[in-house]
């Protein structure tokens, strides 16, 4: 009766000229077994709510992510050839849909920022290089970096800096987060010369976007156990504006009683990093101030090359080096350190629920920094970037069996 009943269904859709969707073939296998075997048809309707999730990361049906690679100038399309060749090595299931866009190498577009938006939409993760802005004035204010921001509205850009095993710096053992909002501020490109040799220029803040990154650094303390929040700003200068930031701020901590919450200026905040930087948990900020501070903190644990990050919206993620800064001198010389990018690769994989894979590369990076054999100059080395993603490629292949 059971074996009629699908048959019947079967055979209902070939007249109207449908197909049953996968869901619809998992809810039926589930009304035709259930009765008889409940123990086994629970084990599969699971996986197959998330199949047909819409929050579940987008997979093909042979289980690769697809993910949009945007390599960027400088040395970013050397870095993101090392991302490639550790998953290939790894036998990490992403498959990336690759974009040149560049500024400077007139390869930038509203034709190619639309193809990039449409494919990061599609895919809603992505990894990318820095887009290097020219200072010249071409008549368009706005980087297409920072229309990229806008557009998919990547309003909160993380920067965990962490001291790396095995590498020594004045301050070791450090364990703090930079959270900076990076959709206004003084990154508006609102500037117009008044009059002649006066240039205007606007630093925008308002509640709604100091509220949601404040509400969004005590969310990431919350979940990842961390007990203070610092915001940081020059309210004492910019009394209005820096001010609005503050008190949004203080607002949104007191609905996390159990997170201490302080404030500090941004010029002793630099001052304070550098002396004693273990006082500091998550710190948040303006877009200028958090721009400045990624850098400095970077400096702390070994450069710009060895810092990972990530930017997040409600829908969408892009991972990059915490610090971003093009390295253009050193192009096709083969000398970048591509830690930072192996690290933003292995909390990409971690965001696509693929803990295994990411663990994996981790490791694997962090076990040839703590070796010390293989160091890239930045790191007091005289290796190649090649030697590196050799060696790491060669810890994924003798890594431990866990």
Known sequence: MQIFFFSFILYCSVLCNTVPSKCTFVSLLQGLVGSRCPQLASRPLSVSAGLCSPETPPARADATFKVTMVPGDGVGP???TAVKEVFKAGDVPVEFEEFHMSEVQNMASEEKLEQVLTSMKSNRVAIKGKIHTPMEFKGELASYEMRLRRKLDLFANVVHV?????????????DLVIIREQTEGEYSSLEHESVTGVIECLKIITREKSRRIAKFAFDYAT?????????????????????????????????????????????NCCMQ?????????????PNLYGNIIDNLAAGLVGGAGVVPGESYSAEYAVFETGARHPFAQAVGRNIANPTAMLLSAANMLRHLNLEYHSQMVSDAVKRVIKQGKVRTRDLGGYCTTTDFVHAVVENLRHRPIY
């Open 273 to 285: 990093l550098v002396q004693n930087p273990y006082q500091f948990d998550v710190l948040v900020m």
């Open 78 to 80: 050397e870095l993101m």
């Open 223 to 267: 979940k990842k156990g961390r007990n203070k929040v610092t915001a940081v700003h020059k309210a004492n200068i910019m009394k209005l504006g820096d001010g609005l930031f503050l008190q949004s701020c203080a607002e949104v901590a007191q609905l996390y009683p159990k997170i201490k919450y302080e404030n500090i200026i941004i010029d």
């Open 162 to 174: 962490n001291s790396l095993p095995g590498y020594s710096t004045r301050h070791n053992n450090l």
